[in-house]
């Protein structure tokens, strides 16, 4: 069971880490929402729960709770430009559906 980065994904994390002062990593988890049933979460990890499971990539560690990382394992994460919208991209091989708008996806 693994998450990955790309290297625009991890220099991302990285780049805020170090601006905010704090935080041990990225964490990824999903919550049930949108027009497919699940979406992604992203935020800082400063702590390690007693549920997680965590992994390093590209100088950065990544935590996912263990409900979570049986619906995103395999997934790479990608940070992408696009004129002056930036977001993470998720490449999830789990999924079999995604909405339009990308916001949500079902498995």
């Known amino acids: 069971m693994a998450i990955s980065l790309t290297e625009p994904a991890a220099e991302r994390v990285r780049s805020y880490l170090d601006n905010r002062d704090g935080g041990i990593g990225l964490r990824i988890g999903v ?5 497919n049933g699940f979406a992604y979460v992203v935020n800082y990890a400063d702590a390690v729960n ?6 390093e ?10 409900e979570s ?3 995103i394992d ?5 940070f992408v430009k696009e004129g002056l ?6 490449r999830n091989p789990n999924i ?3 909405c339009g708008c990308g916001e949500s996806f079902s498995i």
Do not use: H, I, M
């Open 69 to 71: 990382l049986a619906l």
């Open 50 to 55: 007693d549920d997680d499971a965590v992994f």
């Open 57 to 66: 990539d590209g100088g950065v560690t990544v935590v996912v709770d263990r």
């Open 31 to 35: 919550k049930k929402t949108g027009c």
């Open 85 to 90: 919208n930036e977001a993470f991209r998720f």
């Open 96 to 98: 079999s559906g995604e």
């Open 74 to 78: 395999g997934t790479e994460v990608d």
